[in-house]
Each structure stands twice: as structure tokens, then as C-alpha cells.
């Protein structure tokens, strides 16, 4: 697959410091998964909630899991922000990334977003 080739997002560290709950946002945790970028497939799984509702799901956790088992992928995970983080993204101009690899949605060959209940489709 040809994918866009995009620059990481580089989150600076005055809007890390103005957020409530930063550590949602830097990625790096145990068991998180890292691969070179050239994979033939690289997957953004999105949750539309934030980092402490997605990794309490265990279907997310299990799918990121086999999907990352196979050499010719890499998913990464992507959570919705934050107010305080949207209204900081969107001030300084910046896409909503990956966890992993800081890798903007656009540089992704797909994007799969899991919808669990009813509250989580608006």
C-alpha cells in the first residue's frame, strides 16, 4: 500500500504541562507495541473516548494485540483527547495523532474506529 508520508506530531512541552492528565497523551507505557514505519500495513485503532475508558476495554486490548502479532502490520492507538488537549491541538494547528509513533491519521493506510455503546456515537 502507498500511504502519505507524514512527519511525527511533536507535542511541546507548554501544552503537556497545561493538560490535566498528561501522561494520556506521551505514549511508551508497558507492553505498547514499537515497529519500524516501512511495515506493508500500518493501522490507526481508534476509540472515541479517552486513553483510561479505550484501555479499560478488552476487546481493544486483545484486537491491538493479534494485530501486532503479524510481521506485516503495526497497529497503533489512537484515543479521542481531552477538552483541555482538542482546544490545545487545535490553537497550535496540530492533527490528531497516533499514541505510538506520534504518526498524524492522514499517514495511515487504514483507519478502524470501534464504537462499544450507544453514548460514544456522537
Known amino acids: 500500500m502507498r500511504r502519505q508520508q507524514l512527519d511525527s506530531v511533536r507535542l511541546p512541552r507548554h501544552l503537556l504541562n497545561s493538560v490535566e492528565k498528561p501522561a494520556r497523551y506521551v505514549g511508551g507505557e508497558w507492553n505498547s507495541v514499537q515497529k519500524q514505519s516501512d511495515v506493508p500495513v500500518r493501522f490507526a ?3 472515541p473516548d479517552t486513553y483510561e475508558i479505550g484501555m479499560s476495554n478488552l476487546a481493544l486490548r486483545i484486537l491491538y494485540s493479534q494485530l501486532n502479532q503479524r510481521q506485516d502490520t503495526w497497529c497503533e492507538r489512537v484515543f479521542a483527547p ?4 482538542e482546544a490545545g491541538l487545535r490553537r497550535l494547528g496540530l492533527p490528531l495523532h497516533s499514541l505510538e509513533s506520534k504518526t498524524p491519521l492522514a499517514g495511515f493506510d487504514l483507519v478502524g474506529f470501534t464504537l462499544q455503546y450507544e453514548l460514544s456515537f456522537t
Open 45 to 47: 485503532f481508534a476509540f
Open 82 to 85: 481531552w477538552t483541555d488537549m
